[in-house]
Every structure is written in C-alpha cells, then in structure tokens.
C-alpha cells in the first residue's frame, strides 16, 4: 500500500475476526514506531503487548467496571456512563491484541514522542492488513499503580496509548474530514 493510501484508509476498527496477531506482525509494527521522531533523540517509549484474548477481555471488563464505580475522577461524560452502563459493551471490542504505547520518563516532549510513535504503529499496521483503535477511555485504569504492578509495567512508566488490533471484519466507511483551519502568517 502506498503511504498516502495508508494514511487516507486508516479507521477505528471496533470489530475484529477471530484470527490471532503474530509476535512477529507486532514486532514489525513496533519496527515502525520505533521510526518516530522524538525530541533530542531521546525515544522515551517502550511498549507493553497483550496477546492472550481472555486477559485482554479481563483488562476490558475491569477498566470498565473501575470507571464506572471512579466517574467523579475522570472525564467521563453523560454518553460514555451510558456507553459504559451497557452491558454488552467491550471497551476492548473483542480485539485479539493489545499494544500498550509508555512514556519511560516524564522529560518533556516524552507523551508527544510517544503519540507519534502510536501513529506510526497504527499506519504501519493499517499497511498490512490491521486495523487499530486508540482506546483513551481505558487509560486512567492502566495507569493505576496495581494495574501497572500486574502487567509487569515499571511504576514510573506512564500508558500514553493504549491501542488494540486485529483483523478487521470490515473496514468502516470514512466520516470525511472537515477542511483545515488554516493561518497564513505574512
């Protein structure tokens, strides 16, 4: 796929086919994330992968559940209480992989350099096949200090993009873009 196409096709896939995400797929994507730029050339990521589906729908149901009972402490809106209140909503969306995008510092710069190397992970997946979903709503459990102790993620290392992927069952249609907003300085 050529990169304009790339990047013009990538959606939030939300439906997966039950087809497992190899080591070695992942590892490519982590190649290309690796890519990004970062400030000072520090590259302040690392990354936590998720393979096992039944532990990524355990991740799912407990954020969740612990937004859900912590609403005063996030952001959460009246359409995301009434999202999360379904009962047949996965916040992971059944997905077979679960890439954890961490900051290993707080330096400045660290969360932008780590978003850029998510974007660069979700192009590249888009490149072969995959489709991915940034899923900020389950970021204020990861970064919980017990959920970092079992998921093995150092304490100081903050989630920045919690991303998962697979096979989609389809692609969705676009949503288009409006025109940017544009100041040209003289």
């Known amino acids: 796929m050529e990169f ?7 959606r939030a896939v939300r439906e997966y086919n039950d087809i497992p995400v190899t080591r070695s797929i992942i590892q490519s994507l982590i190649d290309a994330a690796v890519q ?5 050339n520090l590259q ?20 969740k559940h612990w937004l859900l009972e912590n609403t005063g402490e996030t952001s959460a809106d009246l359409p ?7 009962p047949d909503f996965d916040m992971l969306h059944h997905a077979p992989a679960l890439v954890l995008v961490l900051a290993k510092s707080s330096d ?7 978003c850029l190397a998510a974007e660069n992970l979700m192009l590249a997946a888009r490149d ?26 150092p304490e100081k290392y903050r989630i920045v993009a919690p991303i998962i992927l697979g096979y989609p069952k389809a692609w969705p ?13 003289p």
């Open 4 to 10: 304009r196409d790339a990047l013009k096709n990538r």
């Open 36 to 40: 990004a730029p970062s400030a000072m």
């Open 44 to 63: 302040p990521w690392a990354f936590c992968i998720l393979l096992d589906r039944q532990r990524i729908e355990a991740v799912a149901n407990r954020a």
């Open 80 to 86: 995301v209480h009434y999202m999360l209140t379904d």
């Open 108 to 114: 400045n710069q660290a969360i932008e350099d780590c």
């Open 128 to 153: 072969v096949g995959l489709g991915t979903c940034w899923i900020g709503l389950s970021r204020p459990w990861l970064n919980l200090a017990s959920t970092k102790v079992e998921l093995g993620i």
């Open 173 to 185: 249609e676009s949503h288009g873009r409006n025109p940017p907003e544009i100041h040209w300085i």
